[in-house]
């Protein structure tokens, strides 16, 4: 079971953070020149310049093809369809397409 699925998880989390920010700050622990530090900078900036590399080289084209193609055009698209049809009072594409089941007395 995933910690987060619990009512309050995320407040707990949240919560969480800020008392290990005040316990580092009781120990001296600056977090602004942590993160604004030469190393730190240059540790992010490098990390960032990866994750752009991977998202360009590797994730954005089939990303896109599974939003634009799959998403968009295969569920989105028939869920608005059919909730304008249930809105509409019309038979959905379930109802149209579900085979029938004849019944023997």
């Known amino acids: 079971m995933s910690r987060f699925s619990s009512k309050g998880g995320l407040v707990k989390l949240i919560i969480l ?11 001296g622990f600056d977090l602004r020149s942590i993160i ?24 954005m084209q089939p990303v896109t093809y599974f939003w634009n193609n799959i998403f968009i055009d295969l569920l989105w698209r028939t869920f608005v369809s059919n ?19 004849e019944l023997s007395n």
């Open 17 to 27: 953070i800020v008392i290990g920010i005040i316990i580092l700050s009781y120990f």
């Open 36 to 59: 604004e530090s030469p190393p730190s900078e240059s540790n992010l900036g490098y990390v960032r310049g990866l994750l752009v590399s991977a998202w360009t080289n590797y994730l």
């Open 83 to 101: 909730f304008e049809r249930l809105r509409d009072g019309e038979q959905t594409d379930f109802e149209l397409n579900t085979p029938a089941v």
